[in-house]
């Protein structure tokens, strides 16, 4: 070989490996010859005519997603800044489509995207858009796909990934939030509150029921007691005056009794010498005829009384009659 075939087959070795080019997975290549469309290659191994043909582009047809920040404002004239998430990609039969008709197609999907979502917020106060922004959502696909399945893009979907008020209608927001879950803590707490004074009301009224009930249990018992050891005591030949005698003073020493068993009862003075017991039953009996007495006198009184208005009511009944005739 000599120094003169030298330049020319390397030239024709580098217009041999151009002729040859690879075309990635999920990818076309878009090739033109003399400036024209001449055809789309797919993935693989692909060849051209070197200098003839050229690779124009590449167009990826892999799911994208482009963010998009709007500022707007609410019914209510909230000012907000939204994110929506645009996920699209090119068809791959209208790669053609996607690549000679829109020279920028992420300004052209901001377009809509803005144009919608200041078309659809306002209509909306804070709350609805909080509650409603799949709608948005939905409607910004919507105009999407119709106005860019032309140009080969299809939209996956569209989501509201962030909405954001001015701080002070936050701040205002969380201190409504804050002052509702007060109200209802109050709420609670006054429901709990009347509920333990309801219920320690019932268990204090059953206590009583129960201990009124007790003491009349006792007393009927103390009564059914007494009745019979009189009974007792009057067969073996002691009087009731006795008898009842004897139970006060043997109850009398009784009481003395628990009283000094318990170490930690209060000091009460009573009287402890032999014939106490019957001084306290004669002055019971005493008090009791008292009693007696004082009933009868006042029987007596109000039948005298009563005789009296009807001796007068007589009387009056005369003096018309007499003067009639």
Known sequence: MDFITFPFLFIGLVVLFSSFFTVKQQ?????????????????????????VDRIAGRVNLRIQQLDVIIETKTKDNVFVKMKVSVQFKVLQEKAYEAFYKLEYPHDQITSYVFDVVR??????KLDDVFERKDDIAIAVKRELNEAMTTYGYDIINTLITDIDPDIQVKNAMNRINAADREKTAAEYE????????????????ESK????????????????????????????????????????VTQHYDTL???????????????????AGSDMLNNMVASFTASNQVGEAMKNAHKTKKVNKKDASNENFGIENSEEV
């Open 190 to 205: 006054a429901e709990a509150g009347r509920i333990r004074i309801v219920a320690k009301a019932k268990a204090e009224a």
């Open 27 to 51: 990818t076309v290549v878009v090739v033109e010859r003399f400036g024209k469309f001449q055809s789309l290659r797919n993935s693989g191994l692909q060849i051209k005519i070197p200098v």
């Open 257 to 275: 009794q628990a009283i000094g068993a318990d170490a930690n009862s209060n000091l009460i003075l009573l009287p402890n010498s032999p014939q």
């Open 119 to 124: 078309a659809e917020v306002p209509k909306l």
């Open 209 to 248: 029921r129960l201990q009124g009930q007790g003491i009349a249990d006792q007393r009927r018992e103390i009564a059914r007691g007494l009745v019979e050891s009189v009974d007792v005591l009057n067969k073996v030949g002691i009087n009731s005056q006795e008898a009842s005698a004897l139970i006060v």
